[in-house]
């Protein structure tokens, strides 16, 4: 495998050449001050005003939600990623409207529930949110949609708003931290993989001398890097999973690793539209949480692997190719007309090259070369010799 510094020399260079990029964007980008306490029981109040004001006038209230869901309501910066325009367009939630006076109760039961969560310094969690009145709520996914949207509304970072989300990520590696709670995390045993935090802002005094940090898309594939001792061979590294489309706490926790260490990002994901799209979510953000790019998105994350190009490079044998279906080409579509994909000339180029291949491979492919493969050969191989886009 060669020695440590011929492993991580190309590594080396690619963190020194993105020194200078965080050097130009921090000089340019203004830094964005926390929201306070006071500040955020200030914004509800004007919102139940609102409410209250129409009432008085004999008026059904009416609540106005950022559309989050529209592509138009975004624009893209290559040092942010998808952020949401100001001035957007609005979806109307009515109180006197059968199809959404129960979206109207819901949001406003959610209000009361974050302004004493706010005013008593104390957090809970969104389960706990639709745990505490089932009947309203319906089913747990209309509490998390609500909460984001109430975020966006108000222009206040979720965590601020003092509701906590379950994680579902996992951590390996050459890392130790603080929880918000004063618990000591050490993710550096082989053994013992640790959950991401569910309050990534109270992290504090992380430790590591990690040359990069490693995205994986899947559990299976993380999993399997652990059974190989992935992260003492190749260590110092870190290694992380959303367990598939990331949850927002695994992306704050790459985005709180990239702002204290400032060391290349990697993405390990299948060659197909769907694990694009996940490596894109960690890049650029995604167009529903488009409000929050600033503290989700992570510019600087570089495509290692499966690269369709790889598989004809490394001649994957045909038989553990799998073609393309109809949606993953309408997906490979969308994707090729996203706004961010003209500023990645290189992603384009792997892109099109599957769409004129038709053909798709999970990253398990390549255990049909051999079965250490993937952890023997391709992973220090990529790294040793820059292998990523």
Same mark, same amino acid.
């Given at each position: 495998?060669?020695?440590?510094?011929?492993?991580?020399?190309?590594?080396? @260079?690619?963190?020194?050449?993105?020194?200078?990029?965080?050097?130009?964007?921090?000089?340019?980008?203004?830094?964005?001050?926390? %929201?306070?306490p006071g500040e955020i029981l200030n914004r509800i109040e004007n919102v139940?005003?609102? $409410?209250?004001?129409?009432?008085?006038?004999?008026?059904?209230?009416?609540?106005? &939600?950022?559309?989050?869901?529209?592509?138009?309501? /975004?624009?893209?910066?290559?040092?942010?990623?998808?952020?949401?325009?100001?001035?957007?367009?609005?979806?109307?939630?009515? !109180?006197?409207?059968?199809m959404s006076v129960d979206k109207f109760a819901q949001i406003m039961r959610?209000? *009361?529930?974050?302004?004493?969560?706010?005013?008593?310094?104390?957090?809970?969690?969104?389960?706990?949110?639709? #745990?505490?009145?089932?009947?309203?709520?319906?089913?747990?996914?209309?509490?998390? $949609?609500?909460?984001?949207?109430?975020?966006?509304?108000? +222009?206040?970072?979720?965590?601020?708003?003092?509701?906590? =989300?379950? !994680?579902?990520? &996992? %951590?390996?590696?050459?890392?130790? #931290?603080?929880?918000?709670?004063?618990?000591?995390?050490?993710?550096?045993?082989?053994?013992?993989?640790? =959950?991401?935090?569910?309050?990534?802002?109270?992290?504090?005094?992380?430790?590591?001398?990690?040359?990069?940090?490693?995205?994986?898309?899947?559990?299976?594939?993380?999993?399997?890097?652990?059974?190989?001792?992935?992260?003492?061979?190749?260590?110092?590294?870190? *290694? $992380?999973?959303?367990?598939?489309?990331?949850?927002?706490?695994?992306?704050? *926790?790459?985005?709180k690793l990239w702002d204290t260490l400032h060391i290349p990002i990697f993405?390990?994901?299948?060659?197909?539209?769907?694990?694009?799209? %996940?490596?894109?979510? #960690?890049?650029?953000?995604?167009?529903?949480?488009?409000?929050?790019?600033?503290?989700? /998105?992570?510019?600087?994350?570089?495509?290692?692997?499966?690269?369709?190009?790889?598989?004809?490079?490394?001649?994957?044998?045909?038989?553990?190719?799998?073609?393309?279906?109809?949606?993953?080409?309408?997906?490979?579509?969308?994707?090729?007309?996203?706004?961010?994909? =003209?500023?990645?000339?290189?992603?384009? +180029?792997?892109?099109?090259?599957?769409?004129?291949?038709?053909?798709? =491979?999970? $990253?398990?492919? &390549?255990?049909?070369?051999?079965?250490?493969? &993937?952890?023997?050969?391709?992973?220090?191989? @990529?790294?040793?010799?820059?292998?990523?886009?």
């Open positions: 495998m060669g020695s440590r510094c011929e492993l991580f020399s190309e590594i080396d @260079k690619l963190r020194a050449e993105l020194l200078k990029k965080v050097e130009v964007i921090t000089h340019c980008q203004r830094v964005e001050k926390e %929201i306070s139940i005003l609102g $409410i209250v004001t129409s009432l008085s006038r004999d008026e059904a209230p009416v609540l106005a &939600l950022p559309d989050r869901s529209n592509w138009d309501n /975004t624009s893209f910066d290559s040092s942010i990623g998808l952020q949401m325009n100001l001035g957007s367009s609005v979806t109307t939630v009515r !109180s006197d409207c059968p959610i209000f *009361m529930v974050i302004y004493k969560l706010v005013q008593s310094n104390s957090y809970a969690t969104k389960r706990d949110i639709y #745990y505490n009145d089932t009947q309203l709520f319906g089913s747990q996914r209309n509490v998390d $949609i609500i909460v984001d949207d109430i975020s966006c509304m108000l +222009k206040v970072p979720r965590r601020s708003l003092h509701v906590l =989300a379950t !994680s579902k990520g &996992l %951590i390996s590696g050459d890392l130790c #931290y603080m929880e918000a709670d004063g618990t000591r995390i050490d993710c550096r045993s082989s053994t013992v993989v640790s =959950a991401v935090s569910s309050n990534i802002a109270g992290i504090r005094n992380i430790v590591s001398s990690a040359k990069f940090v490693m995205i994986v898309e899947k559990d299976a594939t993380f999993q399997r890097l652990l059974d190989d001792n992935f992260c003492t061979k190749l260590s110092p590294c870190i *290694m $992380i999973t959303g367990k598939g489309v990331p949850d927002v706490n695994s992306r704050l *926790m790459v985005r993405a390990l994901v299948d060659a197909d539209p769907h694990g694009i799209e %996940i490596m894109c979510i #960690y890049k650029y953000g995604s167009l529903s949480m488009s409000f929050e790019a600033h503290s989700l /998105t992570v510019p600087s994350v570089m495509w290692l692997g499966l690269l369709p190009s790889d598989l004809q490079r490394l001649r994957v044998p045909e038989d553990a190719l799998i073609p393309l279906t109809k949606r993953d080409e309408s997906k490979l579509i969308s994707l090729l007309q996203r706004p961010y994909s =003209a500023s990645q000339p290189d992603w384009l +180029k792997e892109m099109e090259m599957m769409q004129r291949s038709k053909v798709k =491979a999970e $990253i398990q492919s &390549l255990a049909a070369i051999a079965p250490d493969f &993937l952890t023997n050969i391709y992973l220090p191989n @990529k790294l040793r010799y820059g292998g990523w886009v």
